[in-house]
Nanobody, 125 residues
Framework: QVHVVESGGGLVQPGGSLRLSCAASGLSLDYRAVGWFRQAPGKEREGLSCVSVSDGKGDYRETVKGRFTMSIDSAKNTVHLDMDNLRAEDTALYRC??????????????????WGQGTQVTVSS
C-alpha cells in the first residue's frame, strides 16, 4: 500500500523559513516525479514546483522561484521543499503528490497520482 506523508508545516513570521518534507512508502520515488501544491482558503489549488527524481530536474512557479528550493533524499525516499523569505500570502495547506512526470513546474496528474494529506503553513506576525 502506498502512503505519501507531508511534514514540517507550522507558524512562521514573515521573512522566516520552513522545510517541508514529502515522504513516500510502498513505492520508490526513483523513477517518478514529485510535485508540491498549495491551497489557501477560498482559493483554487495551485502547483508550486515539480521535480523529476531520476534526474533531479525541477522547476518552480514564478511567484516562488528563488525562494523555494526542492531537494531529494533518495536514502529516505523523501523530497524536501525549503521555503525561505516567507510571506503572508504563502499561507496555505501544502500538499505533495507523486506521479510519473512533470509538466513544467506542475506535476502531470493525467495518469493519476498519490497524494498526501497536507501540512499547514501559516505566515503571520
Amino acid at each position: 500500500q502506498v502512503h505519501v506523508v507531508e511534514s514540517g508545516g507550522g507558524l512562521v513570521q514573515p521573512g522566516g523559513s520552513l522545510r517541508l518534507s514529502c515522504a513516500a512508502s510502498g513505492l520508490s520515488l526513483d523513477y517518478r516525479a514529485v510535485g508540491w501544491f498549495r491551497q489557501a482558503p477560498g482559493k483554487e489549488r495551485e502547483g508550486l514546483s515539480c521535480v523529476s527524481v531520476s534526474d533531479g530536474k525541477g522547476d518552480y512557479r514564478e511567484t516562488v522561484k528563488g525562494r523555494f528550493t526542492m531537494s531529494i533524499d533518495s536514502a529516505k525516499n523523501t523530497v524536501h521543499l525549503d521555503m525561505d523569505n516567507l510571506r503572508a500570502e504563502d499561507t496555505a495547506l501544502y500538499r505533495c503528490a507523486v506521479a510519473e512526470l512533470c509538466s513544467d513546474y506542475v506535476l502531470d496528474l493525467d495518469s493519476g497520482a498519490y497524494w498526501g494529506q497536507g501540512t499547514q503553513v501559516t505566515v503571520s506576525s
